[in-house]
Structure formats: C-alpha cells, structure tokens
C-alpha cells in the first residue's frame, strides 16, 4: 500500500550504486563493515589474479569520465508545446534540445534496453571549437546552471595538440556518453558511430571496451567524397570515413545484409525445381591445403575433360557425383569453360547475402548539404551526414514489424529523423526516432542566425518539421500519418528541491508521515512559483520510468487530484480500457493527494 511519505526519485538511475549492489549480492566477504570494497580481499577471491602487466587503454582523465557516466542526474525534461509539432501523430518521437549526457542518463528509467538502434555522428577531433569538453567551470556558461549543474559550464575552446591532452579531451567526451548509450540498447541493439581518421583508432579501443571485443560487427568505410581534395598537405586525398558498428549481444545477428537480387532467378529449361540461377564452384584452397577437392572433372556422357582450377573444386569428388547425378551442373560446350552449379531459390534458407563493409554508393557530403539547401533554401549548416546513409544503416538494424526505436544523440541537423520518416514511408514501417541536440549558438554573422535560428537545436527542429509539412521541390506532406510527428523537450532543472528526503527507519510512521508534511510545507511555496503542475507531473512520471510516449488522463470522478498513466500511446478507447483492466506492465495508475503534494 503506498504509505504518505513514499516519494518519487528525485535523480536517474544511479548506476554506481547499481554495481555496487550487485558486486555485494555476488560477492559480500570483499566488503568492509563500512560498505567500502577491500581490496585485498577482492584479490583473495578464487579465480582472480593479481595485475601484473596487461594490456589496458588509458589517457588522462578517464576515471573522472567514467565516474561522470555513472554519476546521476538531477535535472528534468520540460515538455514545449509551442515547438512540438502534430503531437498527437508524434507516436513517441521526440526532439531534445540539452547536454546530451545529462539527457542520456534522465531518459535510463524509462528506456533501459528499449533502443533497437543508435546512430551518432559525434564531433570529430579536429583541433576547431570542442563543445562537449565537460568542463563545468563556475561561469562558463549560464546555460549549465539553468539544468542544475551549478559547477559550471560548457568549455568552448580550441582542442589543439599542443595542450597535451588532444586524444585525451576527445576521449574523456564520448566515453561516459556510450557508457550510458549502452545501459538504453536492447539486447539484440546496434550501435553505428562515424568518424574519421584522426580518432577512428581511439574509438574502437573505447568501444571495445565499452561493449566487449566480441561484439564488434565491422568498420565500414564510406567514401566520402565525390572529387579529389588538391589542398591536402601530404600528397594524398582522404576521400573516406568510417562507421563502427557494435552489437549488444554478438549471439544474435547485428544486421540484416544486402537483399537478394530474386530477379535474378529463372527457369530458362523448365526445370520442375524451379527457378534456379547458376553459382561457382571453384575452390577456395591450395591443393596442399585441401587434396581431396584437386581432380579432374570429367563430362559422364561426352567425356570432355574440364580439367582442374588452380585452386581446385568446391566440394570434394562424392559430393560432386551426387550433383551430377542431380542433374545440377551446368556444363558449357567448350572444353575450356568452367562447369557451375544449379542454385535454386526455393532452396535458399536466407534471404539475405552479406553485407559489404564499403558503403553509400554515390552517396557523399555534398548530398547532405544539398539537402539543406533543398530543405531551407540556404545553407545552414556544415558538413550534415546525408539521409540516403543513415537510412542504409537502420535499414540493417531495425524491421517494419515491430516499433524499433532509434536513438542519435548529436541530433545535429536532423539527418536521423528524416532518415526513419522516409524509411517507415517506403516500407510501412512503425520506427520511432529520439534526437538529443546541444542548443550550441549559431554564429551571429552566419546565414542561419539572420534567419532567426539562434541555435543548432532549432535548426533540427526546422528541419524536421518541413520534413514531415512538405518543402521546396517536396511539397507532399506526411502530416496525418502515424508517427508524422514529433514532441520537443528542453533539458531544464529539477522542479524538486536538491534536498532529498527520506523516512527515518527509527521513527515511527506516524512520525514520518509529520516529517514529510513539514518538508513539503518547506519547499511547496517554492515549487509553486517554479512550475506548473504539468511541469512537475512530467518530471515524476519521467523518473518513475514512464517514457515520453506515455497516455495520461486525470480521473474526473476521483475526491481529489488523480491522473492515470499508461506508458502506451494508444489514443483509441478501446485500447484505454484494455490498459485500465491490465494495470501491469504496460500501466500503472499514479496519484497525488493533491497538487501541493506532488
């Protein structure tokens, strides 16, 4: 029974104290009287050795980056109408303009192991401005103490190798923020993550780290560039980038493959098999290698002799008997020709072949600022990854059945968002899209800010929006689909007092109960002045685990102030009464005495 003085938490989840707990479940002899870990007696444990030398990466200030992702946060989302666009189609998309690690962790509660699929294009590590450095200095920037982070602020400085901690800084930025990434992947998720020269190395380190070697899926090496770049310095132009691609779990496929060309497969002789298409049958090894597929393979009725490849046959002689007797091989009128085998399609158990780690056909930079030429009839913004290649990579990761989420975190110019619009568009498909933008500021002389986009964030926003109302040469809209819209929030500070509160196991419950009333008698007044209920239902139920596409109606018949809350978006009547009946995992009914007692 919920008692007066239970309270919501007033943070994200604490994923310190989380391994923590665990640590002590498994292993309780390490720990002190005091709760501390006794390191001497951990390395005493069976099965644990002593570290000697080993391989390890390290740079300067990884334990404080790992601490920052594992810290909680205190801060809140703050839902804007006014910038949140055909609402009731948004079906759980979601623009976020804030710090994208503070967001990260305030988005754990509610989408643990829900994301099917991230992709980020995080700054890359060019010595020019370094905006996620982290370095929350007292008056850096007024923005940091608007979210509750009241150190400090976001260091804008130039990275350059000369300070010493060129890798370092870089490092330091995007390790917490995948350590996070990695608690919202499901368990059969995927990561995609580009980057170029300069970090590609680092990052896969980190990421093996992060995500274990084993679930490393591949590098994939777009070309980047159209035309050739004659201001290089070394004689060489870098016409490429990279894609590292990790799975949660490497016991389940990371991505689909290519789809099978079936058109390619007829049934030129009436074979009452089907339609077949015709495959190689050369070998693969030497013969020292593999002898019993080195022979000679000679025609049964005309007896030509077709000799043997340099690397010898595919399958050994037993098999290739059976395959003649099959009627399988396909022999060609010249002795010099090479036999090949009969594959037919109703055979084929997959329909996908591999997928090539060289990706983007014809797709470059230039296409993604194209696109924003297209999209603002200007150019806005500098260097967007281009749709046609984010949509390749979720194409791989997610399906058309099932409502995958997609979660990018350096929202950037809304390059992701547009790539799962057009995707469910083509395929009929149900994907969602979070996007987290820093509302970095436009330059004040740049065409962008004249046009009233004071921040990146709002050039997401813009671009997004045309994208589902129609623009330019794309005057078809998307408004009115499911899913054709999109619901924006602002990483702002908690509505709650940093002070949190909590019964005294001592006391008694009817002490408590007098306890906790005093604490809110204390801070309502303020509460009040701060925000709106809404404001603080938000920040409850955001904390409590539901997530941003949750359904919520206040109970009319209810004495006082009671809303009831489902983490479905279903909007239909019949699905709200099969929610009220459940009351499980898919709804809970949430309430308040009254708005002061929130």
Known sequence: MTTPYQTAPFTSPDLAAERLIALKAHLPEIFTADGKIDLQALASVD????????????????????????????STLTFLKDKSVNTEHAKGNAIIEGENLEVLKLLLAAYRRQVKCIYIDPPYNTGNDFVYDDDYREGRAPYWQQTGQVEGGVRIDSNTE???????????????RLIVARELLRDDGVIFVSIDDNEVHNL??????????????????????????????????????????FSKNDAIRAIKGSERKVENYTNPDNDPRGDWT????????????????????????????????KLGWRYECSTMERLIKENRILWPSASDGRPRKKIFINEIEDKFTGFS????????????????????ENRYFDFPKPTALIYELINQATGSEEPDLILDFFGGSGSTAQAVLELNKADGGNRKFILVQLPELTDEKSEAFKAGYKKISDITMERVKRVINGYGKKPDTLAGHAGCGFSVYRLSRSHFPRQDWAPDPKAGQNANAAAFDAWVAKYENALYMQATPSDVLDEVLLKCGFDLARRIEADANAPQTVWQVWRSADSTADALRQAQGERGERGERRGGTTDANL
Not at 292 to 298: E, M
């Open 47 to 74: 099965g644990i050795e002593p570290l000697r030398e080993h391989y390890r990466f390290e740079w300067s200030g990884k334990t404080a980056a790992r601490r920052m992702a594992y810290s909680p946060a205190s």
């Open 162 to 176: 000369t300070d010493g901690r060129y890798h370092s800084n870089w490092l330091s930025m995007i390790y917490p």
């Open 204 to 245: 896969r380190k980190v990421m093996d780290e992060v995500f274990g070697e084993e679930n490393f899926v591949a590098e994939l090496i777009w070309k980047s560039r159209q035309n050739k770049d004659n201001r290089n310095t070394t004689g060489v132009s870098v016409d490429h980038e990279y894609v590292l691609c």
């Open 278 to 309: 015709s495959g190689n049958m050369v070998g693969l090894l030497p013969e020292n290698l593999r002898p019993n597929c080195h022979y000679d393979l000679v025609h049964p009725d005309t007896g030509v002799n077709y000799g043997r490849p």
């Open 357 to 376: 780690s060289l990706i983007g056909d014809d797709v470059y930079t230039r296409n993604g600022t194209g696109q924003i030429e297209e999209i603002f």
